[in-house]
C-alpha cells in the first residue's frame, strides 16, 4: 500500500464515512453522527448504550408500537428489555394517550416509529417522556428528510436511528446512521460499533505505527460500523434527498386528488415536511384490491403485518385495537422515482375499477 493511498485511510473505517457523516451533519444539522452497516444496528446500539448508561435492569420496559417493521421491537428483546406495545393514531405513529396509559414503574422509554415519514404528534411524545424522566428514542428509519417546524427530526430525542437500505430514503445497500443527544453517548458509539477496540485502525496505524496490534479492546462490543463503498453511495444519494423527496411527494399529492372522494377508501394522512418514504391507503376488502391489482399488473406493499401476530411478541395480541384494524386494511401503493403522473393514473384507475364494482374484461 502506498503512502498515499494508506493516507486516504481504509475501507472500514475511513475518510468516505467521515465524509458522509459530515455532509449528514451539515444537511439534517444534527449535533453528532456514526455511520453503521444498518439501521438495525443503529437501534441496538442505542437501546443498549442507554440501557448501560441509565442502569435499565432486565426486564424494563420500552412502549413501543406494533406496528412496525421487527427490527423496532427485536432490539429491545435483544438487550433484554420488554416491548410493551401501545396503540397508533391516524398517522400510524404511536398514540400518546395510548402510551401514556402504559407506563408503569418499570417504563424506561418511549420508542417511537415514524411510519412512512410521518412524525405524527412526535413533539407531543417527547414532551410526555421529558416529563415522566423516560429516555424516547426515535426509529427514524422512514424519515431522511422529515422536518417539523423547519427542523430536520433527531435533535431533540436521546437516539434517532436512520436507516440507508435500499428500498429507504437515503438508497445506498445496507447503511444506518445513528445520532444521540448525549455526547459521551455519541462517543462511545464509535468505540462500540468495533467490537469495543479503543481507537480506529487509521490513527492507531499512523501514530503507532510499530505497535498497530497494540490496541486496547475496553468493552465487548459489536462489529456494526459502515465502511466507505456505502459511504460513497450515500454521499452522493444524499445531494438528491431533497429533489428525490419533493418527487415522492408529487406523486402522493397525484395519489390523493385521483383517490379524493372514493367510497370505501381512506388515505393515510400525512404531515406537510414528511419524506414521504410511503403512500398508504385502508380499504376493507384489502386482500381482495390487492389481488385484483395484481391482476393489473401493480403490486403494491403492505406496512406492516402486526408484529403481536408473530410468537415471540403475541403476549401483546388484542392490547392495539387501532393498530390491529390498520394493518388488516393497510395498502401502500407504488411509489418510486421512476413512475410519473401515467404510472399513477394506472394505479388510481384500477382502485375506482374495484371500488365501484366494474366487471373489467381480464381477457387481453
Ligand atoms: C427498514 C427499517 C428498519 C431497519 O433498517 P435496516 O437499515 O434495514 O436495518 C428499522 N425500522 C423500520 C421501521 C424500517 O422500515
Not at 69 to 74: K, W
Not at 138 to 146: F, I, P, R, S, W
Not at 295 to 317: A, C, E, Q, W
Amino acid at each position: 500500500m502506498s503512502a498515499s493511498r494508506k493516507a486516504n485511510g481504509w475501507t472500514g473505517l475511513g475518510y468516505k464515512t467521515i465524509t458522509f457523516e459530515n455532509h449528514w451533519k451539515e444537511y439534517t444539522k444534527l449535533p453528532n453522527a456514526h455511520f453503521v452497516n444498518s439501521c438495525t444496528a443503529a437501534l441496538h446500539l442505542a437501546v443498549e448504550l442507554l440501557k448501560i448508561d441509565r442502569d435499565w435492569n432486565r426486564s424494563d420496559e420500552i412502549i413501543t408500537t406494533p406496528l412496525t417493521f421487527v427490527s423496532t421491537n427485536h432490539v429491545i428483546l435483544q438487550a433484554g428489555l420488554k416491548p410493551i406495545f401501545a396503540d397508533v393514531d391516524r398517522y400510524l405513529c404511536l398514540d400518546p394517550e395510548s402510551v401514556l396509559e402504559r407506563i408503569t414503574p418499570r417504563t424506561r422509554a418511549i420508542m417511537f416509529m415514524g411510519h412512512g415519514g410521518n412524525s405524527g404528534q412526535l413533539s407531543r411524545m417527547i414532551q410526555i417522556a421529558r416529563e415522566k424522566g423516560l429516555a424516547i428514542i426515535l426509529d427514524a428509519a422512514h424519515m431522511a428528510g422529515t422536518c417539523i417546524g423547519g427542523r430536520h427530526v433527531g435533535y431533540d430525542v436521546d437516539a434517532a436511528a436512520f436507516s440507508f437500505h435500499s428500498v429507504k430514503n437515503v438508497p445506498t445497500a445496507d447503511g444506518g446512521m445513528i445520532s444521540f443527544l448525549d455526547p459521551d453517548l455519541a462517543e462511545k458509539a464509535r468505540k462500540m460499533s468495533w467490537l469495543g477496540i479503543s481507537k480506529d485502525t487509521f490513527s492507531r496505524t499512523k501514530s503507532e505505527e510499530a505497535y498497530k496490534w497494540m490496541y486496547d479492546v475496553e468493552e465487548i462490543g459489536w462489529k456494526y460500523h459502515g465502511n466507505s463503498v456505502m459511504a460513497a453511495l450515500g454521499i452522493v444519494a444524499l445531494r438528491y434527498l431533497s429533489q428525490d423527496n419533493a418527487a415522492r411527494g408529487l406523486l402522493a399529492h397525484w395519489y390523493r386528488r385521483d383517490l379524493e372522494g372514493e367510497v370505501g377508501l381512506i388515505p393515510v394522512p400525512e404531515d406537510c415536511w414528511s419524506s414521504r418514504l410511503l403512500f398508504q391507503v385502508m380499504v376493507d376488502r384489502r386482500d381482495d384490491l390487492m389481488a385484483h391489482l395484481n391482476k393489473d399488473g401493480i403490486f403494491p406493499g403492505v406496512h406492516y403485518r402486526l408484529n403481536t401476530d408473530y410468537p415471540m411478541y403475541s403476549y401483546g395480541k388484542g392490547t392495539c385495537p387501532h393498530a390491529e384494524r390498520a394493518s388488516s386494511r393497510l395498502i401502500s401503493l407504488p411509489l418510486h422515482l421512476l413512475m410519473g403522473r401515467q404510472d399513477v393514473e394506472r394505479v388510481t384507475t384500477s382502485i375506482k375499477d374495484f371500488l365501484s364494482g366494474r366487471m373489467r374484461d381480464k381477457i387481453h
